[in-house]
């Protein structure tokens, strides 16, 4: 199972673009990275998965380099409500155990 | 994507009782999973639950501690046996669904269990 090293947190002003980077060295040939969001008192909600270059959607861009040891999930131009814990995942996304890592607490500061 | 309901939302629970958490799906999932957040903490996987067999536990959890039911393919239980204040956490029910071919998981709004 590949281990993920987060920053345990981040701050951010309103308006900014946040990156966070996320370690995986040992990411196996069929693991995917996977993100989630967690607001307090909530279960995880998915933000956004890739395996390779860059994904965007309508929340987030990832950007993962050739190598797949790191990943960096962006937030273009937080708000207030982006204030969360971030969490990145890698694994086989047809096996059956998922594992969180530390994940990341973002604060964004008005 | 699926929606999931876990009862209790919250519970203050005597130390040595044990209490069943329940997760119901409004689909029906081969798999559900237990994961268990202390607090200011990560989630840890707990079990995996597949209907008609035994969940299967993760290090560090037992079947005796955490007994888990899974009668159909909407519905689990999880139930804190012998509890203490240890096991104060958020309990959270999880299934995979939605987006095709990304593994994605669901979870429900988490049971918060707090024993004196």
């Known amino acids: 199972l590949a281990k993920t090293t987060q920053p345990i947190s981040m701050d951010s002003y309103e308006g900014q673009e946040v990156n966070i980077t996320c370690s995986h060295n040992?990411?196996?040939?069929?693991?995917?990275i996977t993100w989630y969001q967690q607001f307090p008192s909530q279960g995880p909600r998915f933000i956004i998965q890739?395996?390779?270059t860059k994904v965007t959607n309508e929340v987030a861009s990832l950007f993962i380099p050739a190598d797949r040891k790191s990943s960096t999930l962006s937030l273009p131009r937080v708000s207030l409500s982006d204030t969360a814990v971030y969490y990145c995942l890698v694994g086989d996304i047809s096996g059956n155990q998922f594992y969180f890592g530390t994940g990341t607490s973002l604060t964004v500061i008005p | 994507s699926a929606v999931i309901s876990q009862k209790p939302s919250r519970d203050i629970c005597q130390r040595g009782t044990s209490l069943t958490i329940q997760c119901q799906v409004d689909s029906q999932v081969t798999m559900m999973f237990w994961y268990r957040q202390q607090p200011g903490q990560s989630l840890t996987l707990i079990a995996t639950?597949?209907?008609?067999?035994?969940?299967?536990?993760e290090s560090g959890f037992v079947i005796d501690k955490f007994p888990i039911s899974r009668p159909n393919l909407t519905f689990s239980t999880l139930t804190v046996s012998n509890m203490s204040p240890e096991d104060s956490s958020i309990y959270l029910c999880?299934?995979?669904?939605?987006?095709?071919?990304?593994?994605?998981?669901?979870f429900g709004e988490g049971s918060r269990l707090t024993v004196l």
């Open positions: 639950a597949n209907q008609g067999s035994e969940a299967t536990y």
């Open positions: 040992n990411i196996a040939t069929n693991d995917y």
């Open positions: 890739g395996y390779k």
């Open positions: 999880s299934v995979r669904g939605g987006r095709e071919n990304t593994g994605e998981l669901f």
